[in-house]
């Protein structure tokens, strides 16, 4: 085996590199600075905060309930005939003007009735004439026929006449005293008579007018059943009219959310005359009747509150609120707001009088009935806190906050009471008292 000789030339091509790594790292090494201690300082979390302020607050109850007529008219036919004529427009879903004649029966025969009644009404005005006529002339022979019997009594007690001519005098007057009691009979009778007859007259007449009927009110026409020419009984159902001037909503309405619009709530009467006739005005309800229209797009109408309705719903724990809205049909806007009509399913907001100085944070801001808070000196403050009652997304405050202070609206994981935190405005646009 052989060794090959050793080459001077590559060890001096490898030393240079290697001696100018070992300078290069002697320098860095001489200029490199010893590890030095630094100080711990205590830490601060950045949160987002609200400065509570006093507000008048409007608390609000929503309810849901379906629209209904304000009032509904069955036409019950009253007298019995042949129907002659309708009115045009007497169809299911029309509407009729209130006056315009809806249908006519055939009225002959109560026209015969009224005449037949009014000629016996006036038969009995001459009858009465009559016999107040005769009166007076019986009355007369009354008193003839009693002076006769007395002069002829006298004459017999000087036996003058007979006992049997006094005695046929007393039988003349006798006979026209009775005549003239009949005749006061007679006359007694005729006023209840005439009463009688004047009621028949009345009733007659009544046949006649409801043999043609009107609208009583706007109307839109439902359930029709009746066409021209056909015979109708009395008491037969014809058709039901909607009244179109006023709807009404039955809104079913929490016990929870009607209370909460009674806090700070002015005194109301104890009299219960008073209250139920005054309701609207005591409550203060201002209701709003919304429609959802699908993508977002809602119609309302302003509404009046009228009552309560007569029970609560035992499982549900609602009450009916009962709600109208005027004149729904003249509130039509094209392609926003549509006829308020029967049937639709609907909300119903009602807000109640504004409740002042009312402490109203998000309800988000409350956690485990505790509020985080921050002092004069920017630390961590826990608060207790009692609601009075949420809405929504807020929560009113009964106590535990008060106005000015800055409620911290960030979760702080952990929340060590103390902590100390650098405060910043929120700026969420629907926080109570914020901008």
Sequence with gaps: MTTRPFNKKKILLILPPIILGIVIMGIMKSGKQPPQLSETGEPIRVVRTLQVQKTDFIPIARGYGVVQPAQIWKSIAQVSGRIISMHPRLKDGEIIPKGDVLFQIDPV?????????????????????????????????????????????????KGSVSQSSADAAERTMLSSTAQVQNLKNNLSLIPSQ????????????????????KAPFNLRIASLTIESDQYVTKGQLLFSGDSVDRVEIIA??????????????????????????????????????????????????????????????????????????????????????????????????????????????????????????VDAENRLEVRAIQKRYDQGNQSIIKNGLKDGDLLVLTDLIPAVKGMLLKPVKSTEANLPGGE
């Design 109 to 157: 025969d109560y026209e015969l009735n009224l005449a037949q009644a009014e000629t016996q009404l006036a038969e009995l005005d001459v009858q009465l004439s009559n016999t107040q006529s005769s009166l007076k002339i019986e009355q007369r022979n009354l008193a003839l026929a009693t002076k006769e019997q007395q002069r002829l009594q006298k004459l017999v007690k």
């Design 194 to 213: 005439r009463k009688l007859q004047l009621a028949k007259v009345t009733q007659a007449q009544r046949d006649l007018d409801n043999s043609r009927v």
């Design 252 to 373: 079913q309405v929490s016990m929870s959310s009607l209370k909460n619009l009674f806090f700070n709530h002015p005194e109301t009467p104890r009299d219960i005359q008073t209250f139920s006739k005054n309701i609207s005005t005591i409550t203060g309800f201002n209701p709003t009747v919304n429609l959802d229209m699908g993508k977002g797009q809602i119609a309302n109408w302003k509404a009046k509150f009228l009552r309560f309705n007569d029970n609560v719903d035992s499982q549900t724990r609602t009450m009916g609120v009962v709600v109208e809205v005027d004149n729904p049909l003249q509130k039509i806007i094209p392609g926003k707001r549509p006829p308020l009509s029967k049937g639709m399913f609907v909300e119903v907001e009602i807000a109640g009088y504004p409740q002042s100085d009312s402490i109203v944070v998000p309800r988000s801001s409350i956690r485990n009935a505790s509020a985080y808070t």
